[in-house]
């Protein structure tokens, strides 16, 4: 994603806290526009999401509860970037964390911001495909509550159509998935798609 970038001028740090995984800030900036106030912002160190798709064409989701929400939503494996971490170490780790799998091929199908009302977060997608389930997977961190659900192109187009809790990132990583596999030419699974006049899969 490409854009100019205009960064408002900084007049006066408001409040700062440092929480966990993020930070939270309010400052009284002056817009490119002049127009000068205070805005909050969650200062963010990105996150990686993979679409991991099986060799039966199946695409590996996980539901996890989500206590902001009080329920659990339907995702694609993802985490937050650490310090240190590029985002392809990080989302390898995560595939094998909450999906327990292993991909031997990977393609990155671009960052996009998550929430640029209040936060800085971007998201870096990644399409990982020749998927190996792990025999021992590895330990999913204390706090976390989810499961693994495996579904096709069709199920899980229509559980968006449906109103399926899922979160914003998902979704938009899979149309990206989607338009990835069309440009390039990629058709490894034997997957139908018609994306020039609307979004149709055939299993």
């Keep these: 994603m490409y854009f100019e970038q205009e960064p408002p001028e900084f007049l006066q740090k408001r409040l700062f806290y440092q929480g966990r995984v993020f930070a939270f ?11 000068e ?7 963010h160190p990105g996150g990686a999401l993979a679409v991991p798709i099986t060799a039966e064409g199946k695409l590996v989701l996980v539901r996890q509860y ?8 339907l995702e694609f494996p993802a985490g937050t970037l650490e310090v240190g971490e590029t985002a392809s170490f990080t989302v390898k780790r995560e595939l094998e964390e909450e999906a327990g799998y292993r991909a031997k091929q990977w393609a990155s199908l671009g960052k996009f911001p998550l929430a640029p009302g209040y936060s800085d977060e971007y998201i870096y997608a990644f399409l990982a495909t020749d998927l190996e389930k792990l025999e021992h997977p590895v330990e999913q961190d204390e706090d976390e509550d989810m499961e693994v659900v495996l579904m096709s192109f069709r199920e899980f187009q229509e559980a968006i159509a449906s109103g399926v809790a899922i979160d914003a990132k998902t979704i938009t990583s899979f149309f990206l998935a989607c338009l ?3 440009s390039n030419g990629l058709n490894p699974l034997g997957l139908k798609m018609n994306l020039d006049t609307d979004i149709s899969f055939q299993d």
């Design 66 to 73: 989500r206590f902001a929400l009080g329920g659990r939503l």
């Design 37 to 43: 106030g205070e805005w909050e912002c969650v200062r």
């Design 180 to 182: 990835h596999l069309k």
């Design 25 to 35: 800030e309010v400052n009284k900036l002056r817009l490119p526009k002049g127009v």
